[in-house]
């Protein structure tokens, strides 16, 4: 649908409701481990998770931690008295047949991030995966209970591209906080794209699209484009866009209705009397707050105005943690050219043969098993930490040669 | 009172007979306890939790203890409508 | 006969080498053997209680050792069926154990078997059991109270020497009152609620019936206690409860609570209360009239909070992990249950639940300032004795209005006891005597002060 006509006297508003699944060691309300990734079916379950009868949840602590500096790394205002609350709905994976979430005290919010506004980040607990046959579906509850931050952003977008640079610079922080991998086909981070279209200047839409399950920036992009013009097309032809669910096709670029969204859901919100509510110091956010690593949004900064690199070279760097610890070693243009060009290093440097970096790989990695399991469930850290392992032996070695090693050993 | 509403909210199917005499007793149950509004609570807070705990929270650790294998799916007829 | 002994008698005994607990436990099964095709207490006996009695030693230290207790069929126990009286769960065998009945096999006690109660603990008669009612074992024509009805009759059948139940908002004292027992109600949050199939979170508490104020103080002294798995049990010490019973009360202010004298009071009941009430005047303390609010507000607010609760923790027997689906739920659970999905829906939680919870907050403070001027308050636990076969039919808020005099000491989460204090047409009349949060030693102090000068709880039924 390329260039439909009166194009420009629509204003699209898009807005996104994104969840982060957290690397917490335990679930959100029991201790069931929450890295699920590989697990066989219902073995990483217990009558809290299970949604069993007498089951209570106890929240975990990390988890509540990590949510409240996700919304401080992004500006927000922290509730200082909070609580969690019950969302009443049936659905088989939805083990208690009501979801314990925050309502209207979420934990941070009114916050902001590369100009667009955050309405709110807050905390709740996953559901089972589900998975379709023709005549039955499987439920697997090893998810069920993961924990879940959920960031509403304000329905500022003004496009995909606005969108898309946002959603990358959430990643980074996510994964600079190092709370989550943040990793769209692994699910562990989703975005779901509320969109519609008015004309600039009236009250909002009275319809909303909701377009979910869609594991890449590359595909929310195009599936945004998309639905932009479709809704386009249908105002354009008297007709109300329906409110509801969609999809996105890969093959065809379309997005398609998955959900006919009624009425909004009536989830009968109160507080979850299980668990006591939250009370938190100034001093106890202020804490936290201290503990934010840099962000990317100062790496860059830094980069910049302190090693006078370009913008450019800057957003390359400062969005790959190995590149970045690469070039702080060595902060010269020079540096920086060879990194973001891939190209070897024009300088003396020890140059250390692969055949003895493999040697030493060998032992770290048969050293080392907790993070080659880590490395094998996708956590990034464990690879920084085997390289740097493999340094200490042999000093200073080619990164991207140690990196090609490690994934070799490690199949 | 919508019963087939409410009866659709809570997942339980009624029978028409059911529904009309539940009707009736939820006007008389309402009733009773409309008394409620006779109290002024204009500057009171609701209470949701009468321990006055605070900030009960679990470390995050695996607790293996509780842990049930089941081992396979559980399974319902296919879930049309579905993501 | 062994099974008619107190429990801190049976451990005498038992500790003194006068018998074994393998023959304490074959008389209580003689006695349910007996009785209980009739009265039907128990749903569930232990097949394997008599092996787990024969390995008990005299020697054994353990604080409840060898003693056959019976558990209302809401806690969730490993090797029985747990079905909280529901067809949804029928045949259920638990995963994993309560807390509570952990701690009791712990100490080393004996688990004879599953008690009856009303389905899902929603009411106060037993009759709401989808496996028949109990019936009362001091007129069997009368039913037992509930919803608590199983381990109340069994223990004053003698079936058992002690039994665990849970109170919501009234379902341990109610049944005790009725069935001529000691009845208490620990604080909401000393007891751990980890394992018990919940029917109002916010006030659901477990507690032990008894044939005296000493065993109920041993058992709460076994149960009580902080428990990580549940979030809301409390962190305070547990006291020695049992140590310290024979306190004198001489100095204690008690407040009688006169808006419990309601109009569906009988005379009859009225008078054996203030004869209870003088009792205590007698023993020393100082009764005076405590003005509390009229418990039809605690009405309003206890049906709308719990059955809002309820709707919402019953919403997870789906059929799909386990049990059966939804068209298993009789109609008291499909009543509650969509009453409380009705106050919680858009456009209502504002006027019911929202200010439900604010009256709360009332009748708390109500309570707070009545025990700045009074260490306890006493009144009736019940406007009759127990009521026949058929009452509860009469009414789709019976267990509510039943309750009325109970649910404002349960929503406000304080410590409650029922103990036995007259007998109306040859039923038992119970007087409730409550304290202030955590006041568990004073409660039970006074009444065990009130039992020691009486002998109403020596009384059994003839069965």
């Known amino acids: 649908m390329k260039n439909p006509p009166f194009k420009q006297l629509w204003q699209t508003v898009l807005g996104f409701e994104v969840h982060i699944e957290l690397e917490t060691s335990s679930k959100m309300f029991c201790g069931c481990p929450a890295d699920h990734f590989g697990a066989s079916p219902n073995t990483q379950v217990c009558p809290v998770c299970l949604g069993l009868p007498g089951a209570l949840p106890v929240p975990n602590a990390r988890a509540i931690e990590w949510c409240i500096k996700l919304g401080l790394a992004m500006g927000c205002q922290v509730n200082l008295f909070s609580k969690f609350d019950r969302k009443n709905y049936f659905y088989p994976d939805l083990p208690k047949g009501y979801q314990i979430t925050q309502y209207d005290i979420p934990f941070c919010h009114d916050g902001e991030l590369l100009g667009h506004k955050i309405k709110r980040v807050h905390l709740e607990e996953d559901t089972a995966k589900l998975q379709h046959q023709e005549n039955m579906t499987l439920i697997d509850f090893n998810r069920s209970g993961v924990p879940l931050v959920e960031v509403v952003t304000e329905a500022d977008f003004k496009d995909s591209g606005d969108s898309d640079v946002f959603l990358k610079e959430l990643q980074q922080i996510i994964r600079a ?14 975005l779901e794209a509320n969109i519609s279209v008015r004309h600039p200047g009236e009250p909002l839409p009275k319809y909303k699209v909701e377009v979910k399950n869609v594991n890449s920036f590359r595909f929310i992009k195009k599936a945004i484009d998309y639905e932009v013009a479709r809704q386009i097309q249908l105002l354009e032809s008297g007709q109300t866009p329906v409110q509801e669910t969609r999809g996105f096709k890969e093959a065809t670029g379309e997005t398609v209705s998955q959900r006919v969204k009624e009425e909004a859901h009536d989830y009968r919100y109160f507080p979850e009397p299980d668990i006591p509510p939250l009370q938190f110091t100034k001093q106890q956010i202020e804490s936290w707050r201290s503990e934010l690593p840099v962000l990317p949004v100062q790496v860059r900064q830094e980069l910049i105005t302190k090693h006078h690199l370009s913008p450019q070279y800057a957003v390359i760097i400062s969005s790959d943690q190995v590149m970045y610890a690469e070039f702080l070693k060595n902060p010269t243009q020079n540096m920086a050219d060879a990194l973001v060009n891939k190209r070897p290093l024009k300088t003396v440097s020890p140059s250390v043969p692969e055949l003895k970096i493999r040697y030493v790989a060998k032992h770290v990695i048969a050293a080392n098993p907790k993070a080659v ?15 740097g392992q493999i340094k200490k032996e042999i000093g200073e070695i080619n990164i991207k040669m140690a990196q090609k090693v490690i994934d070799e050993l490690v199949q | 009172m919508d019963v087939k509403h409410v009866a659709k909210l809570a997942n339980l199917i009624l029978k028409p007979a059911e529904e009309a005499k539940l009707k009736k007793q939820f006007e008389e149950t309402l009733k009773t306890v409309d008394v409620i509004n006779e109290l002024d609570t204009s500057n009171i807070d609701p209470t949701s939790q009468v321990t006055g705990l605070i900030n009960v929270t679990r470390d995050d650790k695996i607790d293996k203890s509780r842990i049930i294998k089941i081992g396979d799916y559980f399974k319902v007829p296919a879930i049309f409508n579905a993501q | 006969m062994l099974n008619k002994l107190t429990l801190i008698e049976a451990l005498a005994g038992l500790r003194a080498k006068k018998f074994t607990s393998a023959e304490l436990v074959q008389s209580c099964l003689d006695q349910i053997k007996k009785h209980n095709k009739k009265l039907n207490a128990f749903l569930a006996i232990n097949e394997n209680a008599l092996d787990e009695a024969k390995q008990i030693t005299a020697n054994d230290q353990r604080p409840l050792a060898g003693i056959p207790i019976a558990v209302k069929d809401n806690f969730l126990t490993v090797g029985l069926p747990t079905t909280a009286s529901s067809k949804v769960l029928e045949g259920y065998m638990p995963q994993y154990e309560s807390t509570v009945t952990r701690r009791l096999k712990d100490a080393g006690a004996i688990i004879i078997g599953k008690t009856n109660m009303d389905a899902w603990a929603h009411g106060s008669s037993t009759e709401t059991s989808d496996f028949g009612a109990t019936l009362n074992p001091w007129n069997s024509s009368h039913l037992p109270g509930g919803s608590s009805g199983g381990s109340a009759a069994a223990v004053a059948a003698d079936m058992c020497i002690a039994a665990i139940g849970s109170e919501t908002a009234g379902s341990i004292r109610q049944p005790a009152a009725w069935c001529g027992i000691t009845g208490f109600k620990p604080t909401y949050g000393r007891v751990s609620r980890y394992g018990v199939i919940a029917m109002a979170s916010s006030t659901d508490s477990p507690g032990p019936l008894t044939k005296t104020v000493g065993d109920s103080a041993l058992i709460t002294q076994i149960i009580a206690g902080h428990d990580p798995y549940d979030a809301t049990s409390s962190p305070k010490s547990v006291p020695d409860f049992v140590s310290n019973l024979k306190s004198k009360i001489s100095n204690l202010k008690i407040g009688f609570a006169k808006e419990y004298l309601v109009k569906e009071i009988r005379p009859e009941v009225k008078q054996v209360i203030l004869d209870a009430a003088k009792k205590f005047a007698d023993l020393g303390a100082k009764v005076d009239e405590v003005k509390l609010l009229h418990p039809k ?25 386990y049990g059966h689906d939804r068209s298993y739920f009789g109609d008291e659970a499909k009543r509650r249950i969509m009453l409380g999905t009705y106050v919680l829906s858009s456009g209502y939680y504002d006027r019911y639940y929202n200010k439900a919870q604010k009256v709360r907050t009332l009748i708390i403070k109500d309570f707070e300032q009545a025990f700045k001027k009074f260490d306890l308050i006493i009144g009736p636990v019940s406007p009759s004795p127990a009521l026949p076969i058929g009452a509860s039919k009469g009414s789709p808020m019976f267990g509510e209005l039943e309750d009325m005099l109970l649910e404002p000491s349960s929503i406000a989460g304080l410590t409650s006891i029922s103990v036995p204090c007259g007998f109306v047409d040859g039923l038992p009349i119970g007087l409730q005597i409550t304290g202030p949060q955590f006041a568990e030693k004073l409660v039970m102090q006074a009444a065990h002060s009130y039992q020691q000068a009486t002998t109403w709880h020596h009384e059994k039924p003839t069965l």
């Not at chain 3, 923790?313 to 059929?319: E, I, K, Q, V």
């Open chain 1, 177 to 190: 906080l190092g709370i989550s991998s943040a990793d769209m086909e692994k699910g562990s981070m989703r």
């Open chain 1, 373 to 387: 399991a880590d490395l094998k469930s996708g956590k990034q850290q464990a690879l920084f930490f085997l390289i």
């Open chain 3, 297 to 321: 507000y605690s009405i309003g607010v206890y049906t709308i909070v719990q059955r809002s609760e309820v709707s919402s923790n019953l919403a997870r027997y789906d059929g799909i992990r």
